[in-house]
């Protein structure tokens, strides 16, 4: 049984530097979510495809935010010129019906 | 605006004992709702879910919740929790037929007494 993965488990890295992180999703589902978490917080959503179809963003998704799914497998979310407020742990769920799949999520740490 | 409110952020339950985890959320239509369980280092696992029907969900590991749409509440219960069920507790609301992004609440600490 091959779960939702999610690469890097871990990422340190200085603030303004680039981060891009990849999400596995189940195979055969269409749907692919990321949601970023805060410590003492629930999962906040970010933005969801269908496919390859970018649906919805959250407008916690700011213009240093970009996510793709190119062929409507894997999916990147990329932070450009990170801040010390983007650390967190970034979640990835994939869905086929209305049951969200979740991966074990990527710690991001700015220093 | 959806929103999710999990009013208690910790309880205290002894080994045996039994659980209610509240949840009330806010949506204008019929909603989605779904309780997720976090343990340390591991990814959200779905416990059950509600989309219509039986207002009493039945899910995994004992688990069952109670749809009340008069007080907006979605409680989770259990009638004896073991030790493992120590973890973190969210209920999720979402719509578009259970498609769009979930809107979790904040989350409850549920601690396990020997």
């Known amino acids: 049984d091959t779960g939702v993965s999610q690469n890097p488990r871990h990422k340190i890295t200085k603030r303004g530097q680039n981060v891009t992180f990849r999400c596995d999703p189940i195979s055969e589902h269409n749907r692919l979510y990321w949601y970023r978490q805060t410590l003492g917080q629930g999962p906040e959503f970010l933005t969801y495809?269908?496919?390859?179809?970018?649906?919805?963003k959250s407008r916690l998704l700011s213009d240093r935010f970009s996510a793709e799914r190119p062929k409507g497998s894997f999916s990147t979310l990329e932070i450009q010129r990170t801040e010390q407020g983007d650390s967190a742990m970034y979640l990835c769920a994939s869905a086929r019906g209305n049951e969200q799949f979740f991966g074990p999520g990527t710690r991001l740490t700015v220093l | 605006a959806q929103s999710v409110t999990q009013p208690d952020i910790h309880i205290t339950v002894s080994e045996g004992a039994s659980l209610e985890l509240r949840c009330n959320y806010s949506?204008?239509?019929?909603?989605?709702l779904f309780w997720y369980v976090q343990s340390p280092g591991q990814g959200l696992q779905l416990l059950l879910k509600?989309?219509?029907?039986?207002?009493l969900v039945q899910g995994i590991k004992g688990f069952e919740a109670e749809f009340k749409r008069s007080q907006s509440s979605f409680n989770l219960r259990k009638p004896s929790v073991h030790w493992s069920d120590a973890a973190e507790y969210f209920c999720?609301?979402?719509?578009?037929?259970?498609?769009?992004?979930?809107?979790f609440g904040k989350g409850t600490h549920l601690i396990i007494q020997p």
């Open positions: 999720a609301v979402g719509s578009g037929g259970g498609a769009d992004g979930l809107t």
């Open positions: 495809f269908q496919n390859e179809a970018q649906l919805e």
């Open positions: 949506y204008g239509a019929t909603p989605y």
């Open positions: 509600y989309f219509s029907g039986d207002t």
